[in-house]
């Protein structure tokens, strides 16, 4: 059987206030692709489909075509799990629609999937987190823990309600399920975990929303599964392997979500496996359809030389600017005229800041706030912004004069 272990798309994700749909829809349409040039028998999509609970209706529109391409009116089976941006409710909602088609949608911990053969595949057994399956005249057995936060995790495990299991770690209790769901595991079959969690030692980005709470959240390796053959885990957007002696992989984001994640690519893996043996593990490399670039440079003048240089680049621009003065809007304005998808521009002022004493009665309030208001944000507040101040100054002043 080969599968493919994508996972972290967070469709309706921005970027700063950008919106990054249309890079998000390139990326589905060239992983349709991917799946049906490599004859993928089982798609798995590790869960944090969105990037919030509510996610906007171009999103769900975007995700629902995707997998019903994946599916092939059940030609091909496709396992989705929540993650921990996802609402587990409304990413399921659809499960009847999604059952059709042959789309496994799961959102809580110990969820059940619906026995039904399929034009490619049958689920011939389904309980709470697990199923088993046959593809191709092989069999899989496939256990499954989309995201545990501790109440869902909790309200999975019986007797909760004791002291003894209350105290007990995370870790432990996320042990505890898995170890009980290996036991479906079989020789003749091929066995494979699907999860979202953060494993201890895992190497995370910046875009990530922390589920490890300094911690407490965080999943030992002798808590996975260790009669697994294939762990397909979700959280980490850098791909990774998370254990030496298990093959425990996060698949990482399908694009970069923020400056960090621009120093590595972005991919997914396809796994060759069969029961008993050893997985073959490919990794694949996606296309970086609008790229983070950060531009460090030496003055105003070079920051407008490289927005010039690179107008006719689909990327997200960063800059950091040395300047010994504030940064003048309509140098601001051109930038933007060059290049129009400049995320931040931040000035590092390189002159020394000089204390005097001044009389604080010899200036206006208007001339002391914008001082201010240049020295904390490095350029000249607008008109808005001083009508708004000065606004707030008058009607305090009135309101002590009637005292």
């Known amino acids: 059987m080969r599968f493919i272990h994508t996972s972290d798309w967070h469709i309706g994700k921005n970027l700063e206030g950008h919106s990054r749909l249309e890079e998000q829809e390139k990326f589905c349409n060239d992983f349709i692709k991917i799946v049906e040039e490599n004859d993928i028998d089982m798609v798995i999509i590790a869960g944090d489909i969105y990037d919030t609970s509510n996610p906007p209706a171009g999103a769900e529109t975007l995700f629902y075509k995707t997998v019903c391409k994946l599916a092939n009116d059940g030609k091909r089976c496709v396992l989705v799990i929540a993650g921990n941006h996802d609402n587990p409710e409304r990413l399921s909602a659809v499960t009847p629609l999604a059952t059709e088609q042959g789309i496994i949608i799961l959102g809580y911990p110990l969820s059940k999937a619906i026995e039904r053969k399929y034009k490619g595949f049958e689920i011939v057994e389904a309980k709470e987190g697990c199923l088993k399956i046959n593809i191709n005249g092989e069999k899989a057995t496939i256990i499954t823990l989309p995201y545990p936060s501790e109440k869902r995790l909790n309200d999975a495990i019986k007797n909760v309600e004791s002291d003894e299991e209350l105290q007990r770690s995370y870790s432990s209790k996320v042990g505890d399920i898995f170890r009980q769901l290996e036991e479906n595991f079989e020789d003749d079959s091929i066995n494979i975990a699907v999860s979202h969690l953060y494993v201890a030692g895992g190497d995370p980005s ?23 053959q294939y762990i397909a885990l979700g ?21 970069q979500y923020s400056k960090k994640e621009r120093i590595y690519a972005k991919g997914a893996n396809i796994v060759d496996i069969k029961a008993g043996e050893k997985p073959e593990i490919k990794s694949i490399y996606f296309n970086n359809y609008k790229p983070i670039e950060v531009f460090k440079c030496n003055g105003i003048e070079e920051a407008l030389q490289v927005c010039e240089e690179n107008k006719d680049r689909e990327i997200w621009a960063y800059f950091e600017i040395k300047t010994d003065e504030v940064i003048s809007q309509s140098n ?7 290049l129009k998808d400049i995320v931040e521009i931040k000035p590092i002022i390189t002159s020394d800041y000089e204390y005097e004493e001044i009389d604080i009665k010899e200036k206006s309030m208007g001339q002391l706030f914008s001082e201010f208001y240049k020295f904390r944000e490095k350029c000249e507040p607008r008109g808005e912004i001083m009508d708004l101040f000065l606004n707030l100054v008058s009607k305090e002043g009135e309101e002590d004069e009637t005292y």
């Open 235 to 255: 959280h980490l957007h850098k791909p990774q392997k998370a254990s030496e002696r298990l093959n425990v992989y996060y698949s990482g984001s399908p694009l």
């Open 206 to 228: 910046d875009s990530e929303r922390q589920i490890q709470l300094g911690g407490s959240l965080t999943v030992d390796k002798q808590d996975l599964p260790q009669n697994a």
């Open 332 to 338: 601001l304005k051109k930038m933007k005229e060059y």
